[in-house]
């Protein structure tokens, strides 16, 4: 699968948002160890998103692992009007997404996982509904495989030759 990479500047600005945070118990010998490990999500509010998972003792150092291995993996994706330009259906793993364009004022109709990784990527309007595991490491990769393989109007526009009110609707 081909993403859209993105390489990280200084003129970017990145928020990040914190997804979800796992304790994760190892059993030794000598007792129970527990570290944590960060799902943290970054964008600029206007197309470029990454991910990252951060794994260490504390919880602070897990979440500023997991923002920097985000800002290695950005991508641009596709945003119309502040929506998706067209319907998508993603499995990854167990999660199953769906995500559907919607008008205007209509708001983020999504949950978790999935409205983190939307908000950031600056998409106000569209309906996203998980219909398989809620696993949070796996929505936030199912929606931006999604988020990925959406065609972007201008350049479907310019391939035909077309104006684009009749690609997009106006």
Same mark, same amino acid.
């Given at each position: 699968?081909?993403? +859209?990479?993105?390489?990280? +500047?200084?003129?970017?600005?990145?928020?990040?948002? !914190?997804?979800?945070?796992?304790?994760?118990?190892?059993?030794?010998?000598?007792?129970?160890? =527990?570290? =944590?490990?960060?799902?943290? &999500?970054? $964008?600029?509010?206007? %197309?470029?998103?990454?991910?990252?998972?951060?794994?260490?003792? #504390?919880?602070?150092?897990?979440?500023?692992?997991?923002?920097?291995?985000?800002?290695? +993996?950005?991508?641009? &994706?596709? &945003?119309?009007? %502040?929506?998706?330009?067209? *319907?998508? #259906?993603?499995?990854? *793993?167990?999660?199953?997404? !769906?995500?559907?364009? @919607?008008? @205007?004022? /209509? %708001?983020?109709?999504?949950? $978790?996982?999935?409205?983190?990784?939307? #908000?950031?990527?600056?998409?106000?309007?569209?309906?996203?509904?998980?219909?398989?595991?809620?696993? @949070?490491?796996? !929505?936030?990769?199912? /929606?931006?495989?999604?988020?990925?393989?959406?065609?972007?109007?201008?350049?479907?526009? @310019? #391939?035909? %030759?077309?104006?684009?009110?009749?690609? =997009? +609707?106006?």
């Amino acid at each position: 699968m081909a993403m +859209n990479r993105v390489k990280a +500047n200084s003129d970017v600005e990145l928020k990040d948002r !914190l997804v979800a945070i796992n304790r994760v118990t190892k059993v030794t010998k000598g007792g129970r160890t =527990f570290t =944590f490990a960060a799902i943290v &999500v970054v $964008g600029d509010g206007k %197309g470029v998103i990454g991910y990252g998972l951060g794994k260490a003792g #504390e919880v602070t150092a897990a979440i500023s692992k997991g923002t920097e291995a985000a800002k290695k +993996n950005l991508m641009k &994706v596709s &945003v119309i009007r %502040g929506t998706v330009p067209h *319907e998508m #259906e993603v499995c990854y *793993e167990g999660a199953k997404i !769906l995500l559907k364009p @919607a008008a @205007a004022g /209509t %708001g983020l109709k999504a949950g $978790g996982a999935m409205r983190a990784v939307l #908000e950031s990527a600056g998409i106000s309007d569209v309906i996203a509904k998980s219909l398989g595991s809620s696993n @949070a490491h796996n !929505l936030v990769k199912a /929606t931006l495989i999604a988020l990925s393989k959406m065609r972007d109007p201008y350049q479907i526009a @310019a #391939e035909r %030759g077309i104006g684009m009110d009749k690609v =997009f +609707n106006g």
